[in-house]
């Protein structure tokens, strides 16, 4: 299978937001945190065929862990009905690729080293940052609250921007949430049709780290014909 490298990229080609944390610890050779057991850490996978438009985002992953520090570099293209991720390894080749059709995710190892979770989890955090719905107010203001697939979930609008999301589990398994921090705010249609902010912050409270997210560069495509 052909890794997309990002044409408008190049030659930087080189995002992952979410158990990147636990990604990076493992292209970084530092003794990787103890994942959840696979069945409570819950998906919230959404298929790309039914997100509106195609976009490439190159970014740098800063990731903080009870173990130190590490930053690298990836890319996140959405083309059509498929979603790519290209994590690079410690040495700026290619480390890691997943690629999402459906709900079915591919994963590709490209370095010696194996991933101490699920490679699905990578795609989890992706998704609750970037494509599960908002739910702005009328006013484009305040605070809105509401449970789904079995999470409470909590987001804060200002001047129509999502400025915050977080994520708990109502049965509490795992306990803690993910905290999303937008920095400047998350406009309507980003980032399909309108630039996401330039840094993000994630607290992952289920595998114990920070992350935080600046985007290098955004490439907007037109939207891809639906499949028949």
Partial sequence: MRIPLLRPLAPRAALRVSAFALLALAACGAPP????????????????????????????????????????????????????????????????????????????????????FP??????????????????????????????????????YVGGRLMSRSYARTDDHPPGRIAVDYGEGLASGAPFTAAPPPDVDLENAWLSYHLHVHTLRWVPAPAAAPAE
């Avoid at 490679?119 to 509401?146: C, I, K, N």
Wanted: net charge negative.
């Fill in 119 to 156: 490679p699905r989890y990578v795609l989890e955090d992706v998704h609750r940052v970037w494509f599960l719905a908002t739910h702005p107010p009328a006013s484009g203001e305040g605070e809105v609250e509401r449970d789904e697939d079995g999470e409470h979930e909590v987001e804060r």
């Fill in 33 to 116: 945190t103890p994942a959840p057991a696979q069945d409570r850490y819950p998906t919230r996978l959404v298929d790309p065929a039914t997100l509106a438009g195609d976009f490439s985002l190159e970014q740098q992953i800063t990731i903080t862990h009870p173990e130190g520090e590490h930053s690298f570099h990836a890319v996140l293209e959405k083309h059509g009905a498929s979603l790519v991720l290209l994590a690079l390894g410690p040495h700026g080749g290619r480390g890691f690729a997943w690629t999402q059709t459906g709900h079915d995710v591919e994963f590709q190892r490209f370095i010696p080293v194996e991933l101490p």
